[in-house]
């Protein structure tokens, strides 16, 4: 069973970084898409970045774009989210998750698969304030 824990959560001031980590136990094969997400209050969660763990293919959305890079270490088997020039918008509760990579071939970081096959952990909570 995979098992996913974030940490690196925390309170930054607007235009600051922060270096979210993601690790990962229980992988039964080698080719996983592990995600991040985030949730703000109220609302549904949204994918910001995801990497394959055996080649290293990345996605962003638009929001993240630019901002933020993804990047994972093998022999942690940990993925980790760098986040630099952040703003109060991004402040929301940050998840990853891991599928197998061809849910994430097919259908993106929006696909439900992530919700219905996908392996989440407990989240890290960032807060962007002056």
């Known amino acids: 069973q995979v098992q996913l824990v974030e940490s690196g959560g925390g309170l930054v001031r607007p235009g600051g970084s922060l270096t979210l980590s993601c690790a990962a136990s229980?992988?039964?094969?080698?080719?996983?898409?592990i995600g991040w997400f985030r949730q703000f209050p109220g609302k549904e969660r949204e994918g910001v970045s995801c990497i394959s763990t055996r080649d290293g293919l990345t996605a962003f959305a638009d929001s993240a774009r630019g901002r933020f890079s993804i990047s994972r270490d093998g022999a942690k088997n940990t993925v980790y989210l760098r986040m630099t020039a952040l703003k109060f918008e991004d402040t929301a509760i940050y998840y990853c998750?891991?599928?197998?990579?061809?849910?994430?071939?097919?259908?993106?970081?929006?696909?439900?698969?992530?919700?219905?096959?996908?392996?989440w952990g407990q989240g890290t909570e960032v807060t962007v304030s002056s």
């Open positions: 229980g992988f039964t094969e080698d080719n996983y898409a």
């Open positions: 998750a891991a599928v197998p990579a061809w849910v994430q071939s097919i259908g993106g970081m929006d696909d439900r698969r992530w919700y219905d096959l996908g392996s």
